[in-house]
């Protein structure tokens, strides 16, 4: 039995490092922290994933206890933070949380400025399912963003905004946004190539070009 494990052992020692990365990004965060523990070689695989998925389960916390959205929202930030602070900067990013159940407004704008500090993320998902999350400006000052999707947001740039210079597509589902924004995304970012719009906006999939003709 003993060999039968040191072989199976052996086998996942052996793995390419981007295919470790890659089995360790179709996992739950939280299940790819506990992978440093399989081996020398995995014990810091996870500070190179690609790609980062925050959900408001990351954490559990029994709902019953008393205060129990104040401590969940505590670990969930401090788990955050903690991936973070160890993580050498993933270039996909997806935060998908309940902001307004657990009140993690700013929160949120700590996050999405440290974050936005690094630069090397530059596919970012954003999802506030129970309020409309008003963007920080730190924001607004991430340039090496180039897919952008956001759900349920305030899109309300600073008057310095000068679009994002590397943006090539961008989702806006159920965002609050001015059609004088969105101008001046469309004519300031000279890479874009997608929009995607919701249902306010016929949500049709259009190319930069037909938007600005």
Known sequence: METQRHRRLDRINTLPENIIEHI??????????????LSKKWRYSW????????TDDMVK?????????????????????????FHN???????????????MVSECDQII??????????ELKFVSCDLYYKLPIT????????DIHLTKCKFQPPLTFNGFSRLRSIVLDDVEVSAKILQAIFSNSPLLEEVFLDEDFGYLKVLYEVLVC
Not at 92 to 103: A, K, M, P, R, T
Not at 139 to 146: R, V
């Open 24 to 37: 360790l990004t179709l996992m739950p965060i939280q299940d790819a922290l506990r992978t440093s523990v």
């Open 47 to 54: 500070r190179s994933m690609p790609k980062l998925v925050f």
């Open 61 to 85: 916390v029994t709902s019953s206890r008393h205060g129990w959205k104040e401590l969940k929202k505590y670990k969930l930030v401090n788990a955050i933070f903690h991936v973070l602070l």
């Open 89 to 103: 900067g993933p270039t996909i990013l997806e935060f998908d949380c309940s902001v307004g159940e657990l009140q």
């Open 113 to 122: 400025g440290y974050i936005s500090r690094g630069n090397t993320v530059k």
């Open 139 to 146: 924001f607004f000052s991430w340039q090496g963003l180039e």
